[in-house]
């Protein structure tokens, strides 16, 4: 399975950036094993206010909320998933929100996380984070 985080949903309805735009939208139609986290579907609602002077309204972000969610099956948080962000914040040091997002993607059994929040790695063999929009 792979995950996109919220930058790369952003990205995609984002008109000011062209790029980045099209490479989002570009990763979700190569994408036949994608997931919407909980909180990706949560924070994308908040982060899109950024979009305002764009015109782009509340409403715009619940309907577009919408598609993602046709196209991506949504994985939903549980007791695990609490357990694992704990360690990625207070031993890995990692924020709150990126330990939470990526907690949910390891107990859901998610292989790729599409983010530009976090440096390209991978977490014990069992997930590759992703930069897709690093130069090379």
């Given at each position: 399975?792979?995950?996109?985080?919220?930058?790369?949903?952003?990205?995609?309805?984002?008109?000011?950036?062209?790029?980045?735009?099209?490479?989002?939208?570009?990763?979700?139609?190569?994408?036949?094993?994608?997931?919407?986290?909980?909180?990706?579907?949560?924070?994308?609602?908040?982060?899109?206010?950024?979009?305002?002077?764009?015109?782009?309204?509340?409403?715009?972000?619940?309907?577009?909320?919408?598609?993602?969610?046709?196209?991506?099956?949504?994985?939903?948080?549980?007791?695990?998933?609490?357990?694992?962000?704990?360690?990625?914040?207070?031993?890995?040091?990692?924020?709150?929100?990126?330990?939470?997002?990526?907690?949910?993607?390891?107990?859901?059994?998610?292989?790729?996380?599409y983010t530009e929040d976090l440096p390209?790695?991978?977490?014990?063999?069992?997930?590759?984070?992703?930069?897709?929009?690093?130069?090379?």
């Amino acid at each position: 399975m792979t995950a996109f985080d919220t930058n790369v949903l952003i990205y995609a309805c984002d008109k000011t950036d062209p790029e980045r735009q099209r490479k989002a939208i570009e990763l979700f139609r190569a994408t036949d094993d994608g997931v919407l986290v909980w909180q990706v579907a949560c924070e994308f609602i908040a982060a899109s206010r950024k979009l305002a002077p764009q015109g782009f309204t509340p409403g715009h972000a619940w309907n577009r909320l919408a598609e993602f969610s046709a196209l991506f099956p949504l994985v939903l948080p549980n007791e695990s998933v609490i357990a694992e962000a704990r360690a990625l914040h207070l031993q890995s040091g990692w924020s709150t929100w990126d330990a939470m997002i990526t907690a949910a993607c390891l107990v859901a059994g998610v292989k790729r996380l599409y983010t530009e929040d976090l440096p390209g790695r991978s977490i014990a063999g069992r997930l590759e984070i992703v930069n897709p929009f690093a130069k090379p």
